[in-house]
């Protein structure tokens, strides 16, 4: 007799693969940004692992992930922003806020009819990538008219050309690898799952089908 | 309403309303709410730092493989430049002698004589365009105390302009880089009496790797590859610190002449930096104490 039951075990490698992509991702993020760029974009790494998360595995992976991951981006390199007096201040929680929302997004795309299919998932990692690109322009607007701030945004055909395609396309390039590694190397074993989809089945349709 | 309570989208929504409003009570000076990431960056520095560490060493590894022959090509060079520079430092030798003495006599000031110097080295980057900070390894402990309103420069080895500290934790301090749009500094030409002019970061120039002059008075010329310093104005930075090069001058709208700047610091390529910290010196302290009393 087993002592520790398969249901315990599949949490336990869920929570350790979980943890080992989490820092090694994040770690190489930050540490090597220059081999992961091209035309003064990064390929994000982490924002994409969140939203495969999500889109393979379900809504509460990807929120969790997307909440730690969060939290270690707002401790590795938080955004520096001009505050309510005018002074530029290191924030904290937007990068919870960031990629918990790209987690539930990703996670948007859930469902037994997409089947977890591959192709997809980079469609779904370029629309959220969008989202970001475009709520981020806005709240950057936002905040700077807000607290009487001139802001130094690009104009709109100069963020599309060298923000949002360079960031697109590195975002969609990154998601290859990390396809493969949720897939064969991640924290959920697909065998057997082709018939009847447990995870599917116990998480209901988390899209907007479902809502 | 249970239904409500237990619907995940609600819960989502809930999450990221309370997730805000952390992120704009974080922007109040002395926040309380940072230190609630203090577990996290317990955990995941000293994770982050081995991965660093293990990259680099497999880069340098693999450096040494490709480069072989282009160390011991160098190293040639190198012998024949140490051999020259030998000559040149016994005649320097007694020109430094006479410049102390000459020091001693003239009164010269040496700019940066009153600024303490701290070594740190580079943790993390930027992630993107967006969370761009850059975290060092030197806090507190090691004297980068930071105050609410001060601030302190980073410069490279070359003593070239990075940025400023804009917080700093025990162990650990984070770093405004000079392409970020929220920084700013009063610069000049490098010369005597330079016009004075501001150098800010610019969202749009920051991808070429150039920041914005802006502020230039009317009869102020600019042109390409002159030389920019700190000016010293504003307290934060002391004068003389070597910013960048001018690249080009926009005279299009008269009223308003800007101009683009490449700063001498490759931030991206950077390892360790140096952090100014000004001294207090402990006769200004006794004074005041005496003073006071």
Redesign the interface.
């Known amino acids: 007799m087993s002592i520790v039951n398969t249901n315990t075990r599949s949490r336990i490698r869920k929570v350790v693969v979980y943890a080992i992509y989490i820092?090694?991702l994040?770690?190489?993020?930050?540490?090597?940004?220059?081999k992961l760029g091209f035309?003064?974009?990064?390929a994000?790494l982490?924002?994409v692992f969140v939203i495969l998360s999500g889109y393979f595995n379900g809504?509460?992976d990807g929120?969790i992930v997307g909440?730690v991951c969060g939290?270690?981006?707002?401790?590795?390199?938080?955004?520096?922003?001009?505050?309510?007096?005018g002074?530029?201040?290191?924030?904290?929680?937007?990068?919870?806020?960031t990629l918990?929302?790209a987690g539930?997004v990703g996670s948007a795309f859930f469902t037994k009819r997409m089947h977890r299919n591959v192709p997809f998932s980079i469609v779904a990692v370029v629309f959220v990538t969008a989202c970001y690109k475009i709520l981020?322009f806005l709240l950057?607007f936002g905040w700077s008219t807000m607290i009487d701030v001139p802001?130094?945004?690009?104009?709109p055909s100069?963020a599309f050309l060298?923000?949002f395609l360079p960031?697109l396309l590195l975002n969609a390039i990154a998601a290859i690898p990390l396809i493969f590694l949720l897939r064969f190397l991640g924290p959920v074993s697909y065998r057997g799952k082709a018939e009847k989809d447990k995870i599917v089945d116990k998480q209901g349709e988390?899209t907007w089908l479902g809502? | 309403m249970k239904k409500l309570i237990k619907n995940?989208?609600f819960i989502?929504l809930l999450?990221?309303l309370v997730?805000?409003a952390?992120?704009v009570l974080?922007?109040?000076?002395g926040?309380p709410?940072?230190k609630?990431?203090k577990p996290?960056?317990l955990v995941?520095?000293p994770?982050?730092s081995?991965?660093?560490n293990a990259?680099d060493t497999i880069s340098d590894f693999w450096s040494a493989i490709t480069d072989g022959i282009a160390i011991r090509k160098e190293n040639e060079a190198l012998k024949e430049q140490i051999a020259d520079l030998r000559y040149h430092l016994t005649q320097n030798e007694e020109a430094a002698l006479r410049y102390e003495e000459l020091k001693e006599a003239l009164h010269i000031k040496d700019v940066f004589s009153n600024y303490d110097i701290y070594g740190a080295s580079i943790l993390?980057?930027?992630?993107?365009?967006?969370?761009?900070?850059?975290?060092l390894n030197a806090g507190t402990i090691d004297g980068i105390a930071l105050e609410e309103?001060n601030s302190y420069p980073v410069l490279d080895v070359q003593m070239n302009l990075v940025g400023r500290v804009?917080?700093s934790s025990e162990k650990e301090s984070?770093v405004?880089p000079l392409l970020?749009?929220?920084?700013a500094v009063a610069g000049k030409v490098n010369e005597v009496n330079g016009a004075t002019f501001m150098v800010?970061?610019?969202?749009?120039l920051?991808?070429?790797g150039l920041c914005?002059v802006k502020n230039i008075e009317k009869d102020v010329v600019l042109e390409p590859n002159m030389m920019i310093v700190t000016s010293g104005d504003g307290g934060l930075f002391p004068e003389g610190i070597p910013i960048g090069v001018i690249v080009s001058v926009d005279y299009s709208n008269p009223l308003e002449v800007t101009a683009t700047l490449k700063p001498y610091s490759q931030i991206?390529?950077l390892e360790d930096v140096f952090i100014m910290i000004p001294y207090v010196e402990e006769e200004t302290v006794e004074t005041q104490n005496t003073t006071g009393n």
């Open positions: 820092i090694l994040s770690s190489i993020q930050v540490s090597f940004p220059d035309a003064g974009q990064t994000d982490m924002f809504f509460w929120a909440f939290l270690v981006r707002d401790v590795f390199s938080p955004p520096a922003v001009v505050g309510l007096d002074e530029v201040r290191v924030t904290a929680f937007i990068g919870v806020l918990f929302a539930i981020g950057i802001s130094s945004l690009y104009s100069t060298y923000s960031q988390g809502i | 995940k989208w989502a999450v990221l997730l805000a952390f992120a974080s922007l109040l000076p926040s709410v940072k609630l990431l996290v960056q995941t520095s994770a982050q081995l991965v660093k990259g993390s980057r930027e992630s993107d365009e967006w969370f761009s900070t850059i975290r309103g804009i917080e984070r405004l970020h749009e929220g920084f800010v970061g610019d969202a749009e920051k991808r070429q914005l991206g390529k």
